[in-house]
């Protein structure tokens, strides 16, 4: 799970009542970010520090004590982390700090430096890096185009390798994750338009939409892209998880088979290159949620289909070859300050409101249900106890005001089962020792 605006810059007891929520709905990671112009000394100086050494995690110039703490107290609490080291950038790490401008092109040097401090200081604790978040989009990373000529996957490409080169002396073990890529783009192109992810990857990778070499423009003298795992934010907005987007190049959570295939096919042709001794990229949803209504009327919906969704966007993510890990963003709603659709700056997407109180979807997050046909005479029931471990489950139906148990099921190690039964209709649920899940309603 991931909530940065409940977790950084905030007290001691804040930070370990997010936790305990995070952990109690069924967590096992902690996504966290390190915004490099929150960390660095002089952020809006176009000149760096004389004295001040980027590589070294104890130069006194740092400002580590935020992340610390989230990053000590997830230990504590027996989540594992990952580190999002992100933009926005002092104005000195700029390749033109003369601009001012807090996302333009990092220079891949001073983000290796910085990486490094990062990995060098938390690598004993976590072990998963985030290469920037999502490059695709000119919030995060500018330019994305110039002068009609897409920009920001090349920038990209020479950063993930200073940033991959960084952790793998400071923290040889952990995973780097590349890409953080969000779901969708624009067709036009200019400074600020975000890029279609995939898109992105095959320019990154420097392969046209045959995937056929590029060799020209920034293309040219590339080396084939190193990339260990694939970070992926699969938001779907308004539609279901089971929808697929307009666009072919776009990478919703229902877009899985072209994102397997986008990947597949780059590697196929050299242009990306696994971890040592593997054969594909594993992707992971390093942050996923659906916006409700209330509060927010222009991006939300309603409380109810969010439980479901969310339900469903999990099963989706098990289902779906090569992934990894699904995150959920975040656990209470953003502020909102002012009026009209900029009041809702922060995501709605949280399990709670802003005020504490539950939204349906507390309930049923913890142990999800997703019931489906299979085949005309089948159900496939799916389900899983967050809180991991092997256990028992009873699948019940209820026709009239009573549940009846119609199959039994074990759970794996992560706490998932799936269960064929016969097809009937009625509401769905499953119980084991620890208490139930939601409902599902099959005609």
Known sequence: ??????????????????????????????????????IAPAPTSTTRPARFDPSYPNDPSYRWAALDRVVASAAQHGLHVLISISTPIPYWASTKPSMKNNVWSPAPKQFGAFVYAVAARYGSVADQFAMLNEPNQGAWLEPQSLHGRLVAPHLYRALLASGQ???????????VIGGELASSGRDDRGLTRPIRPLL??????????????????????????????????????????FQ?????????????????????????????????????????????????????????????????????????????????????FRVTD??????????????????????????????TFPNPIVVRPSGRSLLLVWGQVRIGGRHEVTVERRSGKRFAAVATARTDSRGYFAKHVRRRAGTYRFRWPGGHSGTERVR
């Open 200 to 241: 992105f990857l095959r320019e990154m990778a420097c392969r046209d939409a045959r995937y056929r070499r590029i060799r020209t423009g920034r293309c040219k003298g590339a080396r084939t892209v190193g990339l260990a795992a694939l970070g992926l934010h699969p938001y779907s907005l308004f539609q279901s998880p």
């Open 244 to 328: 697929h987007s307009v666009k072919r190049d776009d990478a919703a959570i229902g877009d899985w088979r072209h994102v397997n295939s986008t990947l597949a096919r780059l590697v196929r042709a050299r242009a990306i290159h696994p971890a040592a001794g593997a054969r594909r990229v594993p992707i992971y949803y390093t942050e996923f949620g659906y916006q409700t209504d209330p509060p927010d009327p222009f991006a939300g919906i309603p409380l109810s289909r969010q439980s479901r969704w969310l339900q469903d966007a999990a099963y989706v993510a098990w289902a779906t070859p090569n992934v990894k890990a699904l995150n959920q």
């Open 165 to 175: 080169a960084a952790v793998r002396l400071a923290a040889p073990k952990a995973v």
């Open 1 to 38: 799970m991931m909530d940065d605006q409940a977790l950084l810059g905030v007290s001691q007891a804040k930070v370990d009542q997010t936790l305990t929520q995070m952990k109690a709905l069924g967590a096992k990671r902690v996504r966290v970010s390190a915004f490099w112009s929150d």
């Open 334 to 363: 953003g502020r909102i300050r002012g009026k009209g659709p900029l009041a809702f700056r922060e995501f709605q997407s949280g399990l709670f409101f802003a005020n504490g109180k539950a939204k349906p979807s507390a309930a």
